[in-house]
């Protein structure tokens, strides 16, 4: 069963590696760009898409590593998992390193881990091993039952403080209990009492946070933080117009966002150069390759394997209306990264092992008829 | 919801519900999206596209002055001058390293220089704010570069304010100097910028929230030339606090005159407002080089002085007090129902166990009560009494008095000093206490250590009602009282009698004259146990000669001031620095009628202020 059949081979989702290449490339591309221009002799950052190149083969390979076991095996090890994930949140206050006035990292030996990642790989398997032993949809006990689990590394990573990963740990549980399902007269109840929490939520933030959020819906409370991004990206942005000002000739984006321009930022720059149109495909690039996880999530053989694909669905799904959101001024700025366009190690990594985990359940959906 | 089960089939069929729901969420970000972009980049494509091209807004910072200090007079000791800095704008500089090197050639910074540090600076300075490249540009150079920089876009002349001392060396250690903030300093507070200036040392340092003002913002329009289009203050700036200081500068010259070239420290206090008048300590250093360029030569040679200029001796060093220490020892032995008249006969030593402890007049003063022991300096008399009330009702009563704990005034790193005990034996050396030691600390050597202001903030004390006020260096604020010196009335009377009659006819005699009334106390602190006979400090090398001290009050047509002069390794208390304390009085009071001072160094004349051979040595 671990040898790799040619069945399996031919079986995969080959349409989504395609896009997930292209979309890799088109970012290394972006980064090549941004950190390209106009840095003289002596004073030029370090090459980003080179050291982003060297993450994406390591990526590849912890995808390829992904695809080899039969993804069934992880419903026995979400929960031990998930005991991990919890175990090394609860070592960030202990012996975390501070960063940014936020403990986050791990420092373990030759790199830093971030615990946070390792939650939302953890969350996904466990939301997708405890909605699957139901058939129905949920009823008020279950959905609490899972909510709860679910609120120990929501609590945990919003103490660090670290309100962006937070959010998308709850969105990422959400989408999947929906995928799911919950019974009507749940759902009625939740339409009417979100609205009501929400309110309360305000008094649990920070005030950096609070300030964040009133940023954005007033740019000039932060002429030169925040808000200066907020304009500065609009402005480079639309200054693309139709067609874009071309490859490496974006004047815009690659000075103003010096901190950010290869990370939260990055798709900035891609549409400065390449205009309205440039858009149009990234963004069907982004929405295809949704739709091919989408794909095997309706074609997997069993439930298990259905949700944990919604689940990297929705894992995709928020980061990008988050981060492009927060780019075109929609959102307020906060932390995520677009996949496979902006820089980062261990995000990229965690994209490919998602990935491999959709690949892996598309290479198994005939299994049960084979064997 | 809906939710399809696929039972029948060995398939499995996810709720087509949920299917839909992802389908949805997958349009929802396409159609939202696109229409953003479409928004952005079409519909005010062409707004943004003008915004980028011709109109890019710029921050500027505008530097707030800081604010000025002052002496009592309102005369200048830090100021601030026009110095011309040359900044780059990274954004609007098309070739940076052909830049780098006509900076260099203008100015005479060596190119590797000049491009390490902007790499370094780099980092911090957003492309398009102006990077300091250069400061501190002499007039001449700045109109020959003001002629050529329009070959150079990017590259702009600016004036920053720059501080100036005035008086350099008099006040450095109370002034001390500003300098860029370090990458430490950047880290710990937010409103700082690359190349803002920070107070170091001394007063720069302590009031620097009080100074530094807050900085305003300018809004700019720059098109893309980098030309200036349209300037908008969109912040004030705020400029800091002028402050000014109690010291006063003709006095701080003529104490710094009086002391010469010698080590050591004056402090001129007023007794009933704490506020100090003067504060020098010698060998100083010039703190203009710290806000030009201090290169790393210059600050080898002050921190390895073998003089120690960097060191304020007035509050940073601490000294064995000497025979001055008699004046808290007789205020103890007054605590402790001693009798005043009560005497000691003194034959120039008294033994205890194997040990021999000497008077400094090795030939006895014979009987002595308290207040002659303080007028002659008699140690005798205070072995004798020190044995009576043992070293815990000592180390008690000093501290109540002040010593081994900072006087607060407003300099940094001021040291506490020490009052030794016995707890403080077993901490520090693991042995228990000495009889011996005690008759050593009575008259103030052995571990007794003190600073000359702790010293001039007791005298002060003595003189008003027992108050130990903060010594002040600000002019209007108000007094701060720290604590009361454990004496009644009467015991600092007593004690300052004692001080009188000493400087009319005791071992203070030198600072005495008709016009004021005046107190004194002379003490030599030995620096090196000299066994068992006491050595002219003359026949001593400069390392091992005793510390000069006095401490003195006058008083002259309803005006007070405390005086206290310290000589690192100047020989006796009464030759060395008795004329230094003369002088300063001199400066307060006016010369004195009758006789001129002798020069410094030169034999006493006769007179009233002749000292016979027997004082010479005296303590």
């Known amino acids: ?371 | 919801m809906a939710i399809e089960i696929g039972f029948g089939t060995d398939k499995y069929h996810p709720p087509r519900s949920g299917i839909y729901l992802l389908f949805g969420l997958t349009s929802f970000l396409f159609v939202l999206f696109v229409l953003r972009f479409w928004y952005l980049q079409i519909l005010h494509g062409e707004e943004y596209a003008q915004k980028a091209h011709a109109n890019r807004t710029r921050l500027e910072r505008i530097y707030a002055t800081r604010g000025i200090i002052l002496d009592a007079k309102g005369r200048l000791l830090a100021e601030n001058r026009p110095a011309y800095i040359l900044a780059l704008i990274r954004e609007d500089c098309p070739d940076i390293p052909a830049t780098l090197a006509q900076v260099s050639s203008w100015t005479g910074i060596s190119l590797p220089a000049l491009q390490a540090k902007f790499r370094q600076d780099a980092a911090r300075v957003k492309s398009f704010q102006p990077q300091i490249v250069a400061t501190d540009i002499p007039f001449e150079k700045v109109s020959e570069i003001e002629q050529q920089i329009f070959m150079w876009p990017g590259l702009i002349v600016e004036t920053r304010q720059r501080r100036f001392y005035p008086h350099g060396e008099l006040f450095a250690h109370i002034i001390g100097y500003v300098a860029d903030a370090s990458e430490k300093e950047l880290r710990a507070d937010e409103k700082l910028a690359l190349g803002d200036i920070i107070g170091k040392q001394g007063l720069e340092l302590v009031l620097e929230d009080r100074l530094r003002g807050t900085k305003g913002l300018n809004s700019v329009d720059v098109d893309v030339l980098g030309r200036q289009l349209n300037k908008r203050q969109v912040d004030p700036p705020l400029a800091g606090e002028n402050i000014i200081l109690s010291l006063d500068i003709d006095l701080q010259k003529a104490a710094s005159e009086a002391l010469g070239e010698e080590a050591g420290a004056v402090v001129v206090m007023e007794p009933d407002s704490g506020k100090l008048r003067a504060l020098v300590t010698h060998p100083s250093y010039d703190n203009n080089i710290f806000t030009t360029t201090l290169s790393r030569e210059d600050w080898t040679n002050l921190a390895q002085d073998p003089r120690h200029p960097l060191q304020n001796r007035a509050i940073q060093s601490v000294y064995p007090p000497g025979s001055v220490w008699k004046l808290i020892m007789a205020g103890l032995f007054l605590e402790q129902k001693i009798d005043p008249r009560a005497g000691v006969t003194c034959h120039g030593e008294v033994h205890l166990g194997s040990h021999t402890f000497r008077c400094w007049n090795r030939g006895g003063h014979g009987f002595m009560n308290m207040q002659q022991s303080i007028i002659n300096s008699c140690d005798v008399y205070y072995y004798e009494m020190a044995q009576r009330v043992g070293i815990d009702n000592i180390e008690r009563f000093a501290t109540a008095c002040g010593f081994g704990s900072v006087t607060g005034i407003d300099l940094p790193h001021e040291r506490a000093g020490l009052v030794p005990g016995r707890e403080w034996k077993k901490k520090r050396f693991r042995e228990s206490w000495q009889g011996g030691e005690t008759l050593n600390v009575s008259i103030g050597q052995g571990y007794t250590s003190v600073t000359p202001l702790q010293m001039a903030v007791f005298i002060s004390a003595l003189l008003n009602d027992g108050k130990i006020l903060k010594p002040g260096l600000v002019e209007n604020e108000d007094p701060v009282v720290r604590g009361m010196l454990p004496m009644p009335l009467p015991h600092r009377s007593f004690i300052v009698e004692a001080m009188r009659a000493t400087a009319s006819v005791g071992t203070a005699r030198r600072i005495s004259r008709p016009d004021a009334v005046m107190g004194g106390k002379t003490g030599t602190a030995q620096v090196v146990r000299m066994g068992e006979r006491r050595v002219k400090s003359s026949e001593l090398s400069y390392k091992h000669r005793d510390h000069a001290w006095m401490t003195a009050w006058g008083m002259k047509d309803g005006k007070t001031y405390t005086v206290v002069v310290m000589v690192e390794h100047g020989g006796g208390g009464s030759s060395t620095a008795g004329p230094v304390v003369a002088r300063v009085y001199d400066a307060l009071f006016g010369p004195a009628p009758g006789q001129p001072r002798p020069a410094r160094g030169s034999a006493p004349q006769g007179g009233a202020n002749a000292v016979g051979p027997a004082q010479e040595l005296n303590d």
């Open chain 1, 1 to 371: 069963m671990l040898a790799i059949d040619r069945r399996l081979f031919t079986h995969a989702n080959w349409t989504l590696v395609g896009f997930t290449a292209a979309l890799f490339f088109i970012g290394v591309a972006n980064l090549y760009s941004a950190s390209g221009v106009r840095y003289e002799d002596g004073i030029s950052i370090a090459p980003f898409y080179q050291k982003q190149l060297v993450w994406g083969a390591t990526g590849l390979g912890c995808m390829v590593a992904s695809t080899f076991f039969d993804y069934r095996h992880l419903r026995t090890m979400s929960f031990p998992f998930f005991l991990l994930a919890v175990f090394l949140l609860l070592l960030v206050p202990a012996i975390g390193k501070t960063v940014y006035g936020a403990k986050r990292w791990l420092d373990i030996g030759f790199f830093s881990l971030q615990p946070s990642e390792v939650a939302k790989v953890a969350t996904i398997l466990l939301g997708a091993n405890l909605l699957s032993r139901h058939k129905e949809p949920l009823r008020w006990r279950e959905l609490f039952f899972i909510l709860g689990i679910a609120a120990i590394p929501c609590g945990l990573i919003f103490i660090q403080p670290d309100l962006g990963t937070t959010l998308l740990l709850i969105f990422l549980l959400g989408g999947m209990i929906l995928f799911h399902g919950i019974k009507k007269y749940v759902f009625r109840t939740c339409c009417i009492a979100m609205p009501l929490l929400l309110p309360l939520g305000w008094f649990a933030l920070k005030d950096y946070q609070k300030e964040r959020i009133l940023t954005f819906l007033d740019p000039s409370r932060d002429l030169q933080g925040a808000g200066y991004h907020i304009t500065q990206s609009q402005i480079a942005i639309g200054s693309g117009e139709l067609w874009g000002k071309g490859f490496q000739e974006g004047t815009q984006s690659l000075l103003r966002f010096l901190p950010e321009k290869h990370t939260d930022f990055a798709v900035a720059v891609f549409s400065e150069e390449w205009g309205f149109l440039g858009c149009i495909i990234l963004l069907a690039l982004f929405c295809f390759f949704l739709l091919c996880i989408v794909d095997t999530a309706r074609s997997a053989k069993d439930q298990f394997g259905s949700i944990l694909c919604a689940g990297v669905f929705f894992y995709f799904f928020w980061q990008i209306l988050i981060n492009i959101g927060m780019v075109v001024g929609l959102m307020p700025v906060v932390g995520v990264p677009l996949p496979f366009l902006s820089y980062g190690g261990t995000s990229t990594i965690v994209n490919f092992i998602m990935l491999g985990l959709v690949v892996n359940i598309s290479m198994r959906r005939f299994m049960f008829k084979m064997n």
